[in-house]
């Protein structure tokens, strides 16, 4: 029995179409507002002295002769507002047993990582800041650092914070099944390979910033910031200055970049906002490359010891791994940094039949920079591990690394179900899009052509990938940690008495074209030209509460809202044309900006003529009749903790054995995200989550000393993947619209991040093993494969 109709029984205007973005002529031509571009009167700039030593007492902090510079107009220590600002802890209920310490925005007492701010420059100018940071003298009295997360437990080791017994923040174990008796098993293959996966960051095009207003007279703070969450950082905001929250306007313009490293607390920012609460005057502070690299988070830093057992028909009999991972001095504000270990003890083989699993994690403390979460959170780990594994069993055991995944895939008719891990799954095509990657890369084709290949000394490898991306989290991801961050969004919706419609949403564009697909939900359901649509996001003050964008949920959650407020409005607005027009609603409907005969297509009258009664010629209307013509609705997946979108990829690469060197020579994605609602936007989303996982795959790593110094704070020294060392990146679809939503739009902007660094090891791999050489650890450098070859 077939459910009621919908949005998509009848032909689209908009929705599934490559429609440009509106705002593309605007960000070109240089018309943008990012942070640096905001200028307000007597504004003020700040800058930060940040600590040298990784860990250590602070004994001393001379300002005197900073204070004294032209120009400057105050300097404050961590002890000068502690006493402002209420201190905060990066835990979750949710994640029991997760513990960190108290932080402030500026050091007190002790430095825990090498670039923690530990005073603030308000001056002038950025250059006058700069010029009496440098006349700080910071006297430290060194500790031993602990920068070795594989030791960090050990008895040896010191603890970081003298409140704990160990330098343990959080343990979590998930055992599924029998798995000792699988391993012990006769009849099973077992292999056995220990990961290293580099640290790295994400290096945002316009780099972290902030500007600060605060109006004594309302006791008001207005935040502009590079960000994703406004509505988060205003609770925030609230909570530690001490004001109430309708007080607090967080406002997020045009976003430079962001990939999730702009979703947290951050010291210097929330020092911003004290100065200009103190001061009462604004302050600006934007972070330079150096500082980016010293404090944006990290993520990615793990070891996993894992090992997979497969019978010899190839199906999998156990999966395990320990992972260790170090966070830093603390976990991170208000989201934490367990959250990265729980998605890989979750994600894990997610895509596949196991019925014996066993996952451990420790996340431990460490003087370097805080990680945290960053685009495709502990994904590249959890997809790596089990398919790299998976990969090698397959080569152990002689079988095609395609036929294994047939075997071991969870059927595409066996929805709704669970992973080894316990994790709700439906609506998902892991076969169907296997295929459709097996016949778009010519598989069989390229296995012929390298085998020939390597008969002229050229070493080429393919390497595949089958994934989960978690997207369109629900409340009971969040919502029960107590945590001030929203899963749901919301979306109002007005018709003007222009016969236009402005849409306000509480989702956040930060560059992936959000604006533009809510613009399409929205002329698509209500029946006006996309040109005729507005779109404001980023405004605490004018938009609905929401959680913003993070976990790829603004098309799912938040279009799924929008598209609801669309269809409120556009069910106002029939009720009032069916009044003017002495007709009943059902026979109506909107096309094309006019109201018109639902069956024919007649034009009756403009939505101008109709929102210009309404707003200007009430008297002309039924005193019984109070139109609005505004709607608002918020959304919420409340079946499900996440809505997953698969997808399966493959990379080919060539290996040069006498230099190290590899080149990514073609990369191929088929993604089941769901309806595309711009297939454009939705494959440049891809590509560009690709490009950022071959970074991690091959190029970027933060490289610490022993001392726990950081050696590449610069883009001479860190190597982010550029044009011409990207391949061709071929994107497909299937379409597998997801039941918890009208629109059935799942996510699709992690995906690419989180797959191509599996895909691109298994690839690497491919093309060493017929010399005899396997690589497990990521970046894979060229002097790595070259140690892995026995050459260096």
Known sequence: MSGPLTIFDRPRDYIGQPVPRADTKRLLQGRGTFIDDIQLPRMLHAAFVRSSVAHGVITGIDVAEARALPGVVAVYTGADIAPHVEPYVGVLSHLAGLRSAPQMPLAVGVTRWIGEP?????????????????????????????????????????????????????????????????????????????????RHTGVTLETRGAVAAYDPSEDELTFWYSGQAPHMMQFIFAKHLGLPEENVRVVSQDVGGSFGIKIHTYGDEVATALAAKLLGRPVKFVADRMESFLSDIHARDHVVDG??????????????????????????????????????????????????????????FQNKNMMCQYRAVGHPIAMAVADCLLEDAAHEIGMDVVEIRRRNLIPDDAYPTQSASGMKLDDLSHHKSLETLVETMDYDARRAEHAKLREDGIYRGLGLISMVEVTNPSPMFYGIGGAPIASQDGATIRLDAGGGVHVSSSVTEQGQGTNAILAQIAADVFGVPIARVKVTTGDTRTTPYGGGTWASRGAGIGGEACLQAAQALKEQVLEVAAVILQSAPGKLDIRAGAVVDAEGGAERMTLSDLARTVYYRGNELPADLKPELVATRHYRVTDFPFVFTNCAMAAEVEVDPETGFVQVLNFWAVEDCGRVINPVLVDEQVRGGVVQGIGGALYEECIYDAEGQLQNATMADYLVPMAFEMPDIVVKHVETPTKTSVLGAKGAGEAGTGGAPGAVMNAVNDALRPLGAEIHQMPMTPERILRALGKV
């Open 307 to 364: 090992r997979i057992a497969v019978d010899a028909e190839g199906r999998v009999a156990a999966l395990a791994f320990d992972d260790i991972t170090g966070i830093g001095p603390f976990s991170m504000y208000p989201r934490t940094s367990a959250i990265e270990a729980n998605q890989v003890l979750n994600l894990t083989g997610a895509p596949y039949v196991i019925g014996n699993y066993r996952a451990h994690a420790k996340v431990v």
């Open 118 to 198: 530990l005073a603030m420059i308000v001056a002038q100018s950025r250059a006058v800041a700069e010029d009496a940071a440098a006349l700080v003298t910071v006297e430290i009295d060194p500790l031993e650092a602990v920068t070795d997360m594989e030791t960090a437990l050990d008895p040896a080791t010191p603890v970081i914070h003298a409140e704990m017994d160990s330098n343990l923040a959080w343990e979590r174990t998930v055992d599924v099944g029998d798995v000792d008796a699988a391993f012990a098993r006769d009849d099973v293959t077992v292999v056995e390979r220990r990961f290293r996966f580099g």
